[in-house]
C-alpha cells in the first residue's frame, strides 16, 4: 500500500510547529494524560481508522499481541479525534512521553486538522501513525478474528478490550453524527464474543 501523500511531511522534531497541536485518534482521545492548555474536536481528511497495529507493549504482550490503531490512506474517509494544543514550556517534555508511548512502531507525522464548526479552515497538528512497513503491522484479517484477538489480548496498560470499549464510547461522546464502521463493527463483535457462554 503506498505511502499516502501528507505523509511525506515526516517529522524529526516538533521545533517547527508552534503553537504545537497533538492530534490523538486511539487512546490519546481518551486518554491525554500528558500537560495541554487546550483541546478540539475535529477530523483530518484522507485516512482511514483501523485496528490493524500490533501492540505488544501496552495492550498485549510479545507472542500475544493485542491490536491497537492506525491510519490508513483512503480518499473517501475522514477521522475524527481530538488535538490537543501543548504550550512551549511542555513540548520537550511532552513528546518524550509521547515517543516512548507511542514506541511500537508509529513515527511522527504533520497533516491538516479541521477543527468542528472550524471547517473551512485547517490548521497544522502532529500524528502518530504506523505504517504498513514497520513490524508490527498486523493488516487485515476477518472482523471475527479481530475480535477475538481484541477479546483476549491483554497487556501491561490493560485489557484490548477496555481500549476499543473507550474508543468506542469517547467518539460517540465526542462526534454523535459521525458513524464509523470499523471502529463500531469490532465493538459489536467483541461484545458478543464476552456475552457468548463458555462452550
Not at 503506498?2 to 504545537?20: F, I, K
Not at 482521545?29 to 507493549?57: E, L, Y
Request: aromatic share 10%.
Amino acid at each position: 500500500m503506498p505511502p499516502h501523500p501528507v505523509l511525506q511531511q515526516r517529522l524529526q522534531s516538533c521545533a517547527d510547529m508552534s503553537p504545537l497541536w497533538v492530534f490523538g485518534y486511539g487512546s490519546l482521545v481518551w486518554k491525554a494524560d500528558f500537560p495541554h492548555s487546550d483541546k478540539k474536536v475535529g477530523h483530518i481528511c484522507g485516512f482511514m481508522r483501523r485496528f490493524w497495529q500490533a501492540s505488544t507493549d501496552h495492550r498485549g504482550v510479545p507472542g500475544a499481541p493485542g491490536r491497537v490503531v492506525t491510519l490508513l490512506p483512503s480518499d473517501q474517509e475522514t477521522t475524527w479525534g481530538v488535538a490537543y494544543k501543548v504550550e512551549p514550556e511542555d513540548a520537550e517534555e511532552v513528546m518524550s512521553y509521547l515517543n516512548f508511548r507511542e514506541k511500537n512502531g508509529y513515527d511522527k507525522y504533520k497533516v491538516p486538522f479541521y477543527p468542528l464548526g472550524e471547517e473551512t479552515s485547517s490548521m497544522d497538528v502532529l500524528v502518530f501513525v504506523a505504517t504498513p512497513d514497520n513490524e508490527h503491522f498486523l493488516g487485515a484479517e476477518p472482523l471475527c478474528s479481530m475480535a477475538q484477538q481484541i477479546a483476549t489480548s491483554v497487556g501491561p496498560s490493560g485489557a484490548n478490550t477496555e481500549y476499543l470499549f473507550r474508543l468506542a464510547d469517547a467518539m460517540r461522546e465526542l462526534c454523535p453524527t459521525v458513524q464509523d464502521d470499523h471502529l463500531f463493527e469490532l465493538e459489536r463483535a467483541v461484545r458478543s464474543i464476552l456475552a457468548a457462554p463458555p462452550s
